[in-house]
């Protein structure tokens, strides 16, 4: 019902960097892409991830609605600056991609068990 996909960049160990997310319309508004993000944050080999990155258009309100949700969540800040802007990256063809910073993230998980 739904797919995550991810990776942590060997520039920037301490990040786990969301490629994509998505949930078939069926599972929508039940938290799945959530649940994912956690999921695949409690993996072994992500022990020591401090903050998750994604980057994001400003009129992509589901995925800013998940990851200031997640934010809320964990009890930790989300910045977003621009990463790929429209001009300069996309030559006016493309919307500029937000980046979002979430973290510091707490240590031993972010699931709402662990973090109250």
């Given amino acids: 019902m739904g797919w995550v996909s991810g990776y942590r ?3 920037a160990p301490d990040d786990f960097f969301v490629w994509q997310v998505a949930v078939a319309e069926a599972a929508r508004g039940q938290g799945l892409a959530g649940r994912m993000i956690e999921a695949l944050l409690a993996r072994a080999e992500n022990a020591g991830v401090a903050h998750l990155i994604t980057t994001v258009t400003d009129d992509n309100r589901a995925s800013w609605a998940l990851f200031e949700g997640l934010a809320r969540k964990w009890r930790v800040s989300l ?12 030559a006016g063809a493309h919307a500029t991609e937000w980046q979002a910073r979430i973290g510091p993230l707490p240590t031993g998980g972010t699931s709402s068990e662990e973090n109250g």
Avoid: G, L, N, V
């Fill in 9 to 11: 960049p060997p520039s």
């Fill in 79 to 90: 910045h977003k600056s621009a990463r790929f802007e429209r001009d300069a990256h996309f």
